[in-house]
């Protein structure tokens, strides 16, 4: 089975802290995903990455960034944690680019800035 | 460009009552149709996908859907429904159509099975 794993399920940060969320798969994919989701809202995309040092950005990229140096591993950066950045954060992968192939989700991370 | 419409924010229903959770979307070509569900708590899990051939898929858990072309319509569907399928459903789109690399997604639509 594939696993996707998110380095914490809930974080409490501060504002203006600069945040780490880590990614980790575990079945070669290529493509990785950063989602925010809001109740109200959905998912909404905030970068994926096609391939290691590979990055596009989503619909909602602004004060996000991320970093893939290894293919198993997406990070999305916070570099100043703002109040409106409280939400829950999941992310996901796939096998290639093929739009019918389908996304694996981790649990999320439930990230909350005081 | 795609949209996808969930038309139900939330469904209540009880338990061994059918379901159906409605999905239209808008699309100037061909697309593959996804049904993903989130438990209380949890990631997102595929539920069942349409790529081509018979109009009607089953999934998971006893769910199906029916893609209807003419109604740009992927409505999900289960016959008798548990308390455990109390969850989040969220319908998606993607291009069929080369490596494109994004799912469009409706915005969730909130299943209650109550006693």
């Known amino acids: 089975d594939v696993k996707v794993t998110q380095s914490s399920r809930y974080l409490v940060k501060r504002t203006g802290e600069k945040v780490f969320l880590e990614c980790v798969q575990d079945m070669d994919h290529e493509n990785m995903f950063w989602y925010r989701q809001d109740p109200g809202l959905g998912l909404r995309l905030i970068y994926f990455s096609y391939d290691v040092k590979m990055k596009e950005k989503g619909d909602i990229p602004e004060g996000y960034s991320v970093s893939r140096e290894k293919k198993e591993r997406f990070s999305l950066i916070l570099e100043s944690a703002s109040t409106n950045q409280t939400s829950m954060y999941l992310c996901?992968?796939?096998?290639?680019?093929?739009?019918?192939?389908?996304?694996?989700f981790g649990p999320g991370t439930r990230l909350t800035v005081l | 460009a795609q949209s996808v419409t969930q038309l139900d924010s939330q469904v209540p229903v009880f338990e061994e009552a059918p379901v159906e959770l409605r999905c239209n979307y808008s699309?100037?070509?061909?697309?593959?149709l996804f049904w993903y569900v989130q438990y209380p708590n949890q990631g997102l899990q595929l539920l069942l996908k349409?790529?081509?051939?018979s109009t009607l898929v089953k999934g998971i858990n006893g769910f199906e859907a029916e893609f209807n072309k003419s109604q740009t319509s992927f409505h999900l569907r289960k016959p008798s429904v548990h308390i455990s399928d109390t969850a989040e459903y969220f319908c998606a789109v993607s291009q069929n159509a080369g490596n494109n690399r994004k799912l469009i997604w409706g915005l969730g639509t909130s299943l209650a099975v109550n006693p």
């Open positions: 349409y790529l081509s051939g």
């Open positions: 996901a992968s796939r096998w290639d680019s093929k739009s019918y192939n389908e996304q694996f």
């Open positions: 699309s100037s070509v061909s697309v593959y």
